[in-house]
């Protein structure tokens, strides 16, 4: 049974002859789909299931492909996991489309054609015939979507026809494209301007006509963060912790190391508000990209100057790329009178890679835009004031993740139907990264046995190394996925032994992507440094490949959906004593999955955090405990 949540269900046990039967009262505001077995079977049982029947080649309901067990959970719709990725993913997936393309190849009884079709085929044939039978129905499911929405959710370049083979190259051409919009989309909020500049729109006024203070060409964000200038103007207390720089000492704390943090005021390092309070310096990797959001980026020919600060004496201009603001006015009308729009509302933005050769240290980072405002008294170049950062050089620090409990604040609903059956499944890889080349390193999967009877407040021991490495990375990608699946052990291990296949696909097409060929099409990514934009993409690349698989045929229903990325920085900067522990961070996945992350508690070579997962659909918040050690 396929139900809303809105949807009410009574079922009523029935006598010991009467067969399979039940009665249900329904109340819904959305689809419902019942099916009933047709042939009840005699039971020495007092009240015999309906009998299970094979995988159909066609899909039940939409989306649907294996039949559900009566007692089961109400699942979602195909049509409510599809819109939530329709508004929630910009950008299609190659990974999802290459499996469909080559399932087909290999349901249309076509040969293996070269070394990736040849290890995928041999995951298909590994499928037991009723398994078979789902991947026919997948496929139908994938051939039934309107066009519009097939193509917004899985790469067209890989809709290929039948006849024509998949090889590593097609792949890794069509992987790479989707990671620079992806890339896009993340730092200039444009799948497509990785690969075009454009200027923002001209907001300078002449300021010979009388005295004025006003900055013109302003740096509203470093990096996220809201720097002195911003626009409207803040008060100290407008700021977040995260955006104020802290001076941290490890204490005891009831026997356990924890981290005293205050802010600083006075002697700052960069920048400082009206009551003296230290706004943040950020630690920038050589090599890593800066994305500066501002008003008046008006130049695709912007340079950014870095100075080091005393004693240093190094200063160096480097190239910009920059993708203006075409979309907020020029003006707006306030009291009837019509005024210009220069403030942080504006979101103009570039990006600049710091050298790999600067010594580290403080450095002041300025903004050199060729005046073609047309306005002379501004001078040329027109320059910003300034902002800071501090240069480190690449980590090579080792570092482990690990996780440690499963937490259901609040099971699925509705309860009375039984306990929850989770599936949690984690995959991470290393990421090494340079100018020219990126490496996705061997995947490290925690591919546990569902969780079973999970109950609202039950918690379960996750204990587990979900990452570690020994060579020197520049980040690394994980991927946290959750599913409540059907509660009969005969449906729970389709579902599983299914999505086992697609992962075993999966890991042969990355495996095929880390061998070097995945270095196609991300230059330019590459080139401006950006480097934890890629490692968050790579991540959504992933994630989005099972979510948009399971959704066209698995009757499981997503509650934990998480996408970490993090450099080598990041992390270094977590497992220090040197920093306080990162603000509360709320954010929407593809799947429509809210996470909230809240630090647990911060100490010298650790950090811990519980993410939280809300399923809006399933009425559920399960949490997930993570710990992040620096090792070495």
């Excluded at 910003?384 to 090579?396: D, K, L």
């Excluded at 390193?441 to 204990?463: A, Y």
């Excluded at 954010?587 to 911060?602: L, Q, R, S």
Aim: net charge negative; with cysteine.
């Amino acid at each position: 049974m396929e139900r809303s949540k809105n949807t009410k269900s009574l079922t009523t046990k029935p006598t010991a002859d009467a067969g399979c039967r039940i009665n249900i009262e329904i109340e819904s505001h959305g689809d419902v789909n019942i099916y009933n077995c047709t042939t009840p079977q005699p039971s020495p049982e007092p009240y015999p299931p309906c009998p299970p029947k094979e995988c159909p080649s066609q899909p039940i309901a939409p989306g649907q492909c294996v039949p559900l067990t009566l007692g089961a959970k109400p699942k979602q719709s195909q049509r409510s996991k599809l819109e939530k990725l329709l508004a929630n993913n910009r950008v299609p997936s190659a990974l999802a489309a290459s499996f469909f393309h080559v399932s087909r190849r290999f349901l249309e009884g076509h040969s293996p054609a070269n070394p990736l079709e040849e290890s995928a085929f041999s995951v298909l044939r590994s499928l037991s015939p009723e398994l078979k039978g789902v991947l026919s129905c997948a496929l139908g499911s994938f051939d039934s979507l309107p066009s519009n929405q097939r193509d917004r959710l899985f790469a067209s370049a890989l809709t290929l026809d039948p006849n024509v083979p998949l090889d590593a190259n097609t792949l890794a051409e069509a992987v790479a494209a989707e990671l620079v919009q992806r890339v896009g989309v993340q730092v200039f909020d444009d799948p497509g301007a990785v690969e075009k500049e454009r200027p923002g729109r001209n907001r300078f006024f002449d300021p010979s006509g009388g005295e004025s203070f006003e900055v013109q060409l302003r740096i509203c964000r470093v990096n996220g963060l809201r720097t002195n200038e911003f626009a409207p103007a803040l008060s100290p207390g407008d700021y977040q912790p995260a955006e104020l720089q802290q001076q941290c000492e490890p204490i005891l704390v009831n026997g356990k190391p924890q981290l005293n943090c205050q802010v600083l005021k006075g002697n700052c390092p960069g920048n400082f508000l009206s009551d003296d309070t230290c706004l943040r310096v950020l630690e920038v990797e050589t090599g890593q990209a800066v994305v500066l959001e501002g008003v008046n980026f008006i130049s695709v020919d912007a340079k950014v100057r870095l100075a080091a600060q005393a004693p240093g004496t190094v200063t160096r201009e480097v190239d910009a790329h920059v993708v203006g603001d075409i979309e907020t006015p020029l003006n707006e009308v306030i009291n009837g009178v019509t005024v210009s729009i220069r403030d942080c509302r504006v979101h103009d933005r570039l990006t600049f890679r710091v050298p790999d050769d600067l010594p580290p240290g403080p450095y002041s980072i300025q903004v050199a835009m060729p005046n073609v405002s047309g306005i002379p008294a501004l001078g040329d170049p027109i320059l910003s004031n300034f902002q800071f950062v501090n240069i480190v050089p690449p980590s090579t620090a080792r570092f482990q993740i690990a996780s440690e409990t499963l937490h259901a604040r609040q099971e699925t609903s509705p309860a009375f139907f039984g306990s929850d059956e989770v599936r949690v499944r984690v995959s991470a890889f290393p990421i090494t990264a340079s100018l020219t080349d990126l490496i996705l390193g061997e995947e490290q999967r925690f591919d546990p046995p569902e969780f079973g009877d999970v109950d609202s407040d039950d918690t379960r021991d996750m204990t587990a190394v979900l990452f570690s490495h020994q060579e020197p990375i520049t980040g690394l990608v994980m991927t946290i996925m959750g599913y409540e699946i059907d509660s009969e052990k005969a449906y729970r291990e389709q579902i599983d032994s299914f999505t086992d296949a697609f992962l075993h696909y999966l890991k042969i097409a990355l495996g095929a992507l880390a061998a070097g060929v995945l270095k196609i099409g991300l230059k330019d990514v590459l080139k401006f440094g950006l480097k934890h934009p890629l490692i968050l993409a790579i991540a959504a690349v992933v994630a989005l490949a099972v979510i948009v698989f399971l959704a066209l045929w698995a009757p499981a229903d997503l509650i934990i959906e998480d996408e970490l990325g993090f450099t080598a920085v990041d992390l270094a900067a977590l497992t220090s004593a040197n920093f306080p522990a990162p603000a509360l961070a709320t954010y929407k996945t593809h799947g429509g999955i809210e996470v909230n992350v809240t630090p647990a508690d911060k100490g010298p070579l650790q950090y811990r955090e519980r993410r939280e997962y809300v399923s809006e659909d399933e009425d559920s918040r399960y949490e997930i405990t993570l710990r992040y050690n620096r090792v070495a």
